[in-house]
């Protein structure tokens, strides 16, 4: 079975600290992603990697980094967290080709 | 930009009933189409992925038909159970897209006792 898995199921941290987010999957898998989601906005692209090192933007970056120096850790990096970043977090992997996208169990973060 | 929508929203049937589920899309040239189920707080689960030259796919009591040329998915669950409770995405692969997924946001399907 495909295992993505995030490092926090919940997170709390403060206004202006750097956040970090990994994922890690344990299938080889050449692409990863970050998304977010909010209640009625559903699901948002934020960063995905088609392979080690290698990062696109999505439809909402701003504010957000990555990082892959390795094929199976996906970073998400919050350079100074904001109130309006407070949201779930869902990573996902995938086999380069037209495969089925996996997803990990979610990190909900909290910034206050 | 290229939209997915579900309709209804929000779905309540009672236990044992056969539910349907539908998919819109606002283009025709697609990679695949994949559906996939989230409970409350969870990540999501792959439930079915049809790529664009199949009609239909079938997993257990889940099966899942794409018709490009409309522009529409459905996803059929036979003999619901309440354990069927939960939030089903429907996510479009748009060839002019790339790498990413196009969510849906969603329909809330409740089945009660």
């Known amino acids: 079975d495909v295992k993505v898995t995030q490092s926090s199921r919940y997170l709390v941290k403060r206004t202006g600290e750097k956040v970090f987010l990994e994922c890690v999957q344990d299938m080889d898998h050449e692409n990863m992603f970050w998304y977010r989601q909010d209640p009625g906005l559903g699901l948002r692209l934020i960063y995905f990697s088609y392979d080690v090192k290698m990062k696109e933007k999505g439809d909402i970056p701003e504010g957000y980094s990555v990082s892959r120096e390795k094929k199976e850790r996906f970073s998400l990096i919050l350079e100074s967290a904001s109130t309006n970043q407070t949201s779930m977090y869902l990573c996902?992997?995938?086999?380069?080709?037209?495969?089925?996208?996996?997803f990990g169990p979610g990190t909900r973060l909290t910034v206050t | 930009k290229q939209e997915v929508t579900q309709i209804p929203a929000a779905l309540s049937v009672p236990e044992g009933e056969n539910l349907v589920l539908n998919c819109s899309f606002t283009?025709?040239?697609?990679?695949?189409l994949q559906w996939f189920r989230q409970d409350p707080g969870k990540g999501l689960t792959s439930l079915l992925l049809?790529?664009?030259?199949?009609r239909e796919q079938t997993s257990g009591r889940l099966n899942a038909s794409l018709d490009k040329s409309s522009g529409r998915s459905t996803l059929y669950i036979a003999a619901s159970q309440p354990g069927d409770s939960a939030t089903y995405l429907c996510?479009?692969?748009?060839?002019?897209?790339?790498?990413?997924?196009?969510f849906g946001k969603g329909t809330s399907l409740l089945v009660t006792p």
């Open positions: 049809i790529q664009s030259s199949q």
């Open positions: 283009d025709s040239a697609i990679y695949n």
């Open positions: 996902a992997s995938r086999t380069r080709g037209l495969y089925e996208q996996y």
């Open positions: 996510a479009v692969r748009y060839s002019n897209s790339g790498y990413a997924l196009n």
